[in-house]
């Protein structure tokens, strides 16, 4: 059979070019080819062919001298929320416009040492925040499952663009579910590791406690291979990086499931969840009895407070994160201003968007005198009491799974005018991120409009190893992760 450098994995697109049959340039140039033809999603905000195929020369030119990384020549894209010095970097803001970073993401950079060539930049929700990538100034992107849908954000374009074939695989972030919950919608594995695993220098902050990087492609094996590179130690750059050892989280993904403990929270089965998402949920449970996996009931009892938790702690971190943005040292400064106040003040109210001011907004309120006791702490007090709820599931089973999200993806604009109704839909990932928790999104089936649904799956600290096992072994079974949608 002719190799299919579309339906590739990244295992076998790394073992192509190791054994010289397939060259960097012609995979940078096959995907490339895909992006233009494919303009229409608006998945990518910036791509720059020249400076792709310098990269696929050079990755070339490294397989030939026998010191390529394990990842040579592999063509990946960046969610636009890491910055990167050979390519612009918005975060899906209008302040960020035309901004170049004089360095690179260390999530970059690990992925640039093990040889991976970027294809360019992905849309996304401004700063990140968002569920639907609608929010981002540089306009929505379409779903490849539906044009009419969402994709799912903040990292929307990142997940349209591996449901589409426009990169094997891409780089997301994950503050309160922006990898999963994209991953789900667009039919595409994603995971986001322990938070401090992966080092958030060059990540474009919006609320650090939370912020995580992590892979997003079509098969947890690929996942593995990217998220290998990704986490380690980044002690001098980011105070929150964990010191833990380098680890290849391929190791593992064939062990059995014989005996494995799964966790199914009742509080993620309530009346919220949509019927479709319920049904294809219930059969993919079943295909892990089948597997061998024992499913126990467990308790997360404040599950519906991590909602109002996290659009507290969220807002406040973004709050002080986007002081920076005052027009003086980078980004977008107003034209035309009187004072230094006015040219702040022009300035953010120019070059942020709505649900970006709403967030400063409430943030700034929740963290100020005589309403940070109400507000602020008592999120941090219920935050702490939420990964205590975990640690207690964890006696009882070895994994956690339940949805990603209450329904498939929702319809373009249906709430776009409704910030709430996009925070509820959280539900799901929210608590795993308020507890620091590692969590994946695998396809699971099919629900309402032929739309993919998303199994989550949640570990204990530092347990990424075993999520990768469980969904590589799902995905052994089941073929969910290889469909295509129509037209790609
Ligand atoms: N949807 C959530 C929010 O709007 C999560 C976003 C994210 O994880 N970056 O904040």
């Known amino acids: 059979m002719a190799f299919d450098l579309t339906q590739a994995s990244v295992a076998a697109i790394a073992a192509r070019i190791q054994s010289r049959e397939l060259s960097a340039v012609e995979a940078a140039q096959h995907f490339l080819a895909r992006i233009e033809a494919h303009r229409g999603l608006n998945a990518f905000v910036a791509v720059d062919p020249e400076e792709t195929l310098a990269q696929a020369r050079a990755a070339d030119a490294a397989v030939a001298a026998g010191t390529a990384g394990p990842l040579a020549g592999v063509p990946i ?4 929320i890491f910055v990167t010095r050979d390519f612009p970097t918005t975060a899906g803001s209008k302040m960020l416009k035309g901004y170049r970073s004089p360095f690179d993401a260390t999530t970059v950079a690990r992925l640039a040492t093990a040889g991976a060539v970027t294809l360019g930049k992905l849309n996304c929700d401004e700063f990140a925040m968002g569920s639907s990538n609608e929010n981002s100034a540089y306009g929505a992107v379409q779903n490849p499952w539906d044009a009419t849908r969402i994709p799912g954000g903040s990292s929307g374009g990142s997940a349209a663009a591996v ?3 426009l990169a094997p695989a891409v780089t997301g972030t994950d503050t309160g579910g922006s990898i999963r919950q994209p991953a789900a919608f667009c039919g595409v594995t994603g ?16 609320a650090s406690s939370l912020d ?10 690929d996942c593995a291979l990217l998220l290998s590179a990704i986490c380690g130690p980044d002690l001098d750059r980011d105070s929150t990086s964990l010191d833990r050892p380098t680890e290849d989280f391929g190791r593992s993904l064939s062990d059995r499931l014989e005996g494995l403990r799964i966790g199914v929270p009742k509080e993620f089965f ?16 079943k295909e892990y009895e089948k597997l061998g996996a024992r499913l126990v009931e467990i308790s997360l009892p404040r599950t519906e407070l991590a909602i109002p938790v996290y659009y507290i702690i969220a807002p406040a971190e973004a709050s002080s994160n986007l002081s920076r943005f005052d027009g003086v040292k980078f980004g977008h400064r107003a034209a035309q201003y009187g004072d230094l106040l006015d040219m702040y003040k022009k300035t953010r109210a120019e070059g942020f968007g709505d649900e970006v001011k709403r967030r400063i907004m409430v943030g700034t309120y929740v963290l100020s005198h005589g309403y940070y006791d109400a507000y602020y702490l008592k999120a941090q007090q219920i935050r702490r009491m939420i990964a ?10 070895d994994v956690i799974a339940g949805p990603v999200a209450p329904t498939v993806a929702w319809k373009l604009g249906d709430k776009s005018d ?32 032929g739309m993919p649904v ?11 190893a075993k999520l990768l096992n469980a969904a590589h072994r799902f995905q052994q079974a089941t073929d969910f992760h290889l469909r295509t949608p129509e037209g790609f």
């Open 77 to 80: 894209a960046h969610k636009d």
């Open 163 to 165: 449901a589409a074939r």
């Open 191 to 206: 995971i986001k590791p322990t938070y401090g695993r992966a080092s958030r220098y060059g990540m474009v902050a919006f």
């Open 212 to 221: 995580q990087a992590g892979p997003m492609a079509r098969s947890a094996e």
């Open 270 to 285: 309530g009346d919220g969840l949509a019927a479709d998402v319920r049904a294809a949920l219930d059969a993919a449970l």
């Open 388 to 397: 205590d709820d975990f640690q207690r599931a964890f006696q009882s089973c």
């Open 418 to 449: 409704d910030p709430v109704a996009n925070y509820l839909a959280d539900i799901y990932t929210l608590p795993g991120s308020l507890a620091g928790l590692p969590g994946m999104s695998l396809p699971a089936g099919f629900g309402e409009g």
């Open 454 to 464: 998303g199994l989550q799956l949640l570990g204990n600290y530092f347990g990424e």
